[in-house]
């Protein structure tokens, strides 16, 4: 639609009882670190690191289920990246609300009466890589993309993001792996990791719970490989402590695990607060 909503409509015999129409709307300003902050999405430290991790060019992937924040939270993040930093965004339906000044926004494009073949999100991600971005941004890594997004993390494009669905950081690792091979078979999946393990820097993991609130249930380090498998490791996560009755809200609270991560040498060489990690949240 026209305001970038999507709508799904559905008539019988399809639809059995009758026509179903479905329009998803979107915020018409995107939410702010800190707004998320004020949602209990993220602590207030969690949202101080990602600033952080942000501006330390990190690469960063954020899981989820359909409807967790994934995009909500991603927009947050590029929204802190610096006016002068050159963006390519790439999508399969723009969605993303940016206004940076060097923004280039890429959307596939499918077939129709003029144009026979379709522009893929991986053919617009070959393309954006030869743009001269200091960023790049995929919303969805769901098919071959994921392949040339991971390739491009390993060679040079710093603080790259992407949404994806996972359940977990662990699936999302183990789904990019199985999109990697599905692109390139004759890779090995001893390969693909190695190479998931040096682009990757953290994993961010959305769920949407059963209050209806939205909440970073993790940040996930990915530290190398240890042995044959991918290290990875939480630095904040989510716990419940129960429900309020009189609210219907689960409560509980952020907390940082006191583990370092293994990127934190170059958050201290791009902060102002050398040494900075939060110990508590």
């Not at 991971?150 to 996972?166: C, K, P």
């Amino acid at each position: 639609m026209a305001d970038g909503s999507f709508i799904n409509v559905v008539i019988p015999p399809s639809s059995i009882s009758g026509p179903s129409l479905t329009i998803r709307r979107f915020a018409r300003r995107a939410f702010t670190l800190e707004q998320l902050v004020r949602l209990d999405t993220m602590s207030l430290h969690m949202a101080d690191f990602l600033r952080l991790c942000i501006n330390a060019r990190l690469n960063i992937v954020i899981c989820g289920i359909s409807g967790s924040g994934k995009t909500t939270l991603l927009n947050a993040l590029a929204s802190t990246i610096d006016e002068q930093e050159r963006i390519v965004t790439v999508e399969e339906t723009a969605e993303l609300q940016l206004h940076q000044r060097h923004l280039v926004r890429l959307e596939v494009t499918p077939p129709n009466d003029t144009r026979p073949g379709r522009v893929a999100k991986v053919d617009l991600l070959r393309h954006a890589m030869h743009m001269r971005p200091t960023r790049i941004i995929v919303g969805e890594c769901v098919g071959n993309e994921a392949l040339t997004f991971v390739q491009a993390m390993n060679i040079g494009f710093e603080g790259s993001l992407a949404t994806m669905y996972a359940n977990s950081p662990r699936d999302a690792l183990a789904r990019l792996e199985a999109l990697c091979l599905s692109a390139a078979p004759v890779l090995s999946p001893l390969a693909v990791r190695q190479q998931l393990a040096t682009g990757i820097d953290m994993i961010l993991y959305c769920a949407r719970l059963r209050d209806g609130t939205r909440r970073i249930l993790c940040a996930t380090d990915i530290s190398g490989m240890e042995g044959d498998a991918i290290g990875a490791h939480d630095l904040f996560v989510f716990r419940e402590a129960g429900l309020d009755m009189a609210t219907g809200r689960i409560r509980g609270e952020f907390t940082a695990t006191g583990l370092r991560p293994s990127f934190a040498s170059r958050i201290d060489e791009s902060s102002n607060n050398p040494a900075y990690f939060p110990r508590g949240a």
